[in-house]
């Protein structure tokens, strides 16, 4: 049974490394079947598509900076690997491995992730990291993982390409502070995939005039460099920038993409499938339809804008909106602003991925006003994801970005839990009170303003030495505060301004702490954490 289970997992290690490696290799295409080429066959009746959702990755690395809260052990295969790893990435330096490995000032820890599907090269996906069961490891806290690789899960110690690497600080959540577990955390954001997703088409009846056929189908539509016939039974595809959002649906389209599409065809199957979307059980098939057909379909589309149905007048216009038809806009940016809506955050979302920068800017822009405030939330991704000019961004001690947004006269401070760190401050400036005493957890920060003081007074005490305690002043507008917080120290850094060094996650911590008491007047919320194996 055990020699099965790592035939098993060999073998889909090898499938995976397929898709993310650049060239010709090809997965295994599925039995030849008889298969009539006809009017009506789509390019998904002739071949099988490969597009696996996430799959895990894992490996071992090292975390450092832990002031004596690690540990040396680890089993004999696992250092062995990390010796050799080390002298492969510093080969021209002298690195005593044998001292790094047996401080206490370092953890060996297991490295776990999912790849996004479909991912781009040097995509950025969240590492859980673990101490090894068995250590005496103490905590991770304010350690770095150093860069590492990352393999197909289960395939330690087989002779297999490296699928991702991973680097950055360690995340512990502290949100709940009676249930913190300094021996595990995140690094948010800091996996990075090492080679281009390929989708692939295998042709169930290997042919090269059908693979010629299918791949100029394709780049009739969407350009000529989008499909690849790399042989006779394989096609490769290549996401188009206009649909980067939208790569699932990108698939949806070609595969019900018409092989051989006349005019007369086209007309007969614009009235079949404008019929399904107005009346028809299952709409996103033929929203899908319309959408693979082009352009011929928009003013049949735009009848549809007036119908008393929400879905398909929502259907309709992001399908036009797709096709490059700003009628549809209209009626998804009403859609948007209706606070009954069920479809306003799928409205927001069409707009932000196929409308105009500017378009779209607008839309989110009067969306960061709304009273609820998930739609704020969703509002400020979309400007994000639009890198729109009203956020002013600041690297903060090389492990978070501190965002303003001044346009909304809501105070919010949103900060991130899977992804890029960041805390967003909606509404900035955004200040604290005049009157303020708030400590942390474990007694060692302090951000105290006595009333009539012209300044916020921070303390902290040495994370090793508790005698040792450093202080520092502020304003009370929040961002500088957070700078203050965790700047990193004048030792560490040439900047001219420094800070206590203290992490992301205690200063999250702080800042929920601060607006659950008053202290500041904004609402706080936290994003998810990530889904990876069991928590």
């Known amino acids: 049974m055990k020699t099965r289970t790592t035939e098993i997992i060999l073998l889909s290690a090898i499938i995976i490394i397929a898709f993310f490696t650049k060239g010709c290799s090809r997965p295994t295409p599925p039995q030849k079947t008889s298969v009539e080429i006809g009017l009506d066959s789509t390019i998904g009746s002739l071949t099988e598509t490969f597009s696996p959702g996430p799959f895990a990755v894992e490996g071992y690395g090292l975390i450092g900076g832990l002031s004596g809260t690690g540990s040396p052990d680890c089993p004999p295969e696992i250092r062995d690997y990390l010796e050799k790893y080390i002298k492969k990435q510093l080969p021209d330096q002298e690195t005593d491995i044998d001292k790094l490995l047996s401080s206490n000032n370092i953890a060996v820890v297991l490295l776990q992730g999912l790849i996004p599907p479909m991912a781009n ?125 939208q790569k699932e649906r990108f698939i949806s389209i070609v595969r019900a993409m018409y092989l051989n599409q006349t005019p007369d065809s086209a007309r007969e199957r ?55 038809n700003d009628k549809g806009l209209e009626t998804l940016r009403q859609i948007a602003m209706d606070k009954n809506s069920s479809r306003r955050m799928d409205a927001l979302a069409a707009i932000t991925a196929s409308a105009k920068r500017n378009d779209a800017a ?81 007694g060692n920060i302090t951000i105290n303003a006595p009333a009539g003081q012209k300044y916020v007074s921070i303390i902290r005490k040495h994370p090793t030495r508790p005698d040792m305690v450093i202080q520092a002043k502020s304003t009370f507008e929040v961002g500088d505060i957070v700078q203050t917080l965790c700047e990193e120290s004048a030792k560490r850094t040439n900047e001219k301004r420094s800070g206590l060094s203290v992490s ?28 990876i194996g069991p928590r």
Not at 194 to 213: C, F, H, S, T
Not at 511 to 516: G, P, R, S
């Open 270 to 324: 614009i009235i079949k499938f404008i019929q399904k979307l107005a009346v028809g059980e299952d709409k996103g098939e033929a929203e899908i339809a319309l959408e693979t057909i082009g352009n011929e379909a928009i003013d049949k589309l735009a009848a549809l804008l007036n119908s008393s149905n929400e879905d398909v007048r929502f259907r309709a216009a992001r399908c036009m909106l797709n096709l490059g």
């Open 504 to 531: 992301y996650a205690e200063m999250i911590t702080l800042l929920q702490q601060m607006c659950d008491k008053g202290a500041i007047k904004a609402e706080f919320h936290a994003g998810p954490l990530p889904k």
């Open 121 to 245: 090269q040097n995509e950025a996906f969240d590492i859980k990291v673990s101490t090894l069961p068995g250590t005496q490891a103490a905590s991770l806290e304010d350690g770095w993982l150093y860069k590492t690789e990352l393999k197909a899960a289960g395939t330690f110690g087989m002779d297999m390409k490296a699928l991702a690497t991973a680097e950055g600080p360690v995340f512990i959540d502290k949100s709940r502070p009676s249930d913190v577990n300094k021996k595990g955390g995140y690094i948010l954001g800091g996996g990075r995939v090492i080679n281009e997703y390929k989708v692939n088409l295998a042709i169930r009846q290997p042919d090269y005039k059908v693979a010629g056929r299918i791949r100029n189908r394709i780049n009739e539509r969407f350009g000529s460099e989008t499909a690849k016939a790399a042989s006779e039974s394989l096609i490769s595809l290549k996401i188009p920038p206009k649909y980067r959002m």
């Open 362 to 442: 607008v839309v989110a822009r009067k969306l960061l006003r709304d009273e609820n405030l998930d739609t704020r939330l969703a509002a400020y991704e979309s400007i994000r994801t639009l890198e729109d000019i009203i956020i002013t961004e600041k690297l903060i001690g090389r492990s978070f970005y501190l965002e303003q947004i001044s346009q909304t006269e809501y105070k919010t401070i949103y900060a991130s839990r899977s992804g890029q760190p960041r805390i967003a401050l909606l509404g900035a400036p955004i200040y604290c009170n005049d009157n303020i005493f708030v400590e942390s957890g474990d």
